[in-house]
């Protein structure tokens, strides 16, 4: 067992039960997310954020069922967090940091700094005092953790997909994919976006796995243009590499997913790789799929090769200026945009030209 925690599914039902057990706090939801939390706790060692919500949970029922013993168990709690959250990383290595400057540095709660000194120095605040912090440190965990544990457990899913995949197991396949198109968020599709165009099958046995898995995922608006985006991403990360099983994932989100291209065309811009030799032969075959509107922008943004303007009549030379796309950035990448040229007498190799005759040129 990689976690404590046996699923998606199994993660997903505890942290709407201990969000809700924080935020809203009652008898009932506190021990209900504890005795989760405690089976977890069972299993192997915990992060130190979830040992922490033990401790917060446990001190919440002491208040309630014995209130004789909160200040010893919230004490505990409090000394516990800070130590586990600013003491461990000093003893990673590097400088020395106190640890109040630690704590400023990761925002754990300055106050917890001064309570818990006071604590191991034998001063235990009022039950009020402690009441207090460990509100705080509720807060801290459902913001800093629990609210943010979606991608943790996108990453258990897709783990958990891969396997069944892997397996051929297509009541598990299947079962992954419905708790996938339920519970992912489109923050966590961008997390798994990289791994998805890089592990995922568009050809052979397990590809109508992955088909069906992103199809479902992507019937959510707006999640096929996270997808696409995280694939175009990777995309110019990995452009000096083999790139060609993010293309045809690229192409296959434009092609079936019904993604934008405009999504593509922004983060190549961006990325400074829309001029490169790669990335024109990709629009080109993205310009080839596509029809409408789209397909006049796309082809805006290729270059045409060797084109020799001294051979072209005018009109064809207005024509052609015409259909580029009016390009605002003074650089993309390698390209540099040149003045407005009243002539058409330089080679035209490696160029592309925007409606105000400017010329985009490789350095």
Not at 112 to 140: A, D, M, Q, W
Request: hydrophobic fraction near 40%; charged fraction near 25%.
């Amino acid at each position: 067992m990689t976690s404590a925690w046996m699923n998606w599914d199994e993660w997903k039902n505890t942290q709407i039960s201990v969000l809700e057990a924080l935020r809203e706090p009652n008898e009932e939801k506190v021990k209900e997310a504890l005795n989760l939390l405690l089976i977890w706790q069972t299993r192997q060692i915990l992060p130190v954020q979830i040992e922490a919500t033990i401790g917060v949970l446990n001190s919440m029922c002491a208040n309630v069922e014995n209130p004789q013993f909160f200040s010893s168990v919230a004490g505990f709690t409090i000394v516990r967090f800070v130590n586990g959250m600013v003491d461990a990383p000093q003893k990673a290595g590097g400088q020395h940091r106190s640890v109040y400057q630690m704590a400023v540095e990761l925002g754990v709660p300055t106050v917890l700094v001064e309570v818990r000194h006071s604590i191991t120095h034998g001063t235990v605040p009022s039950s009020e005092e402690l009441i207090e912090c460990i509100k705080i440190i509720s807060e801290y965990l459902v913001i800093n953790y629990w609210e943010r544990g979606s991608q943790e457990s996108s990453r258990i899913w897709f783990d958990s997909f891969i396997e069944a995949v892997g397996r051929r197991d297509s009541q598990r396949i299947m079962k992954s994919i419905k708790e996938g198109s339920r519970n992912m968020t489109s923050s966590s599709l961008y997390e798994l976006s990289s791994l998805i165009v890089r592990i995922g099958k568009l050809q052979g046995d397990e590809s109508k796995w992955w088909k069906m898995m992103v199809t479902q995922i992507c019937s959510r608006r707006g999640f096929s243009d996270v997808l696409i985006v995280g694939a175009a991403k990777e995309y110019c990360k990995e452009i000096k590499q083999n790139t060609e099983q993010i293309e045809e994932w690229i192409i296959y989100c434009i092609s079936v997913l019904s993604s934008e291209v405009n999504e593509v065309l922004n983060v190549f811009k961006s990325e400074g790789v829309l001029f490169e030799n790669k990335t024109q032969i990709l629009l080109k075959k993205i310009h080839a799929i596509i029809n409408g509107e789209m397909k006049k922008i796309i082809g805006g943004f290729i270059i045409h090769e060797n084109l020799k303007f001294k051979e072209m009549e005018c009109e064809e030379i207005e024509q052609f200026v015409n259909e580029k796309i009016q390009i605002n950035e003074c650089e993309i990448g390698q390209w540099k945009k040149l003045g407005e040229l009243p002539q058409f007498f330089v080679s035209t190799e490696n160029l592309i030209i925007d409606p105000s005759i400017s010329l985009m040129i490789a350095n």
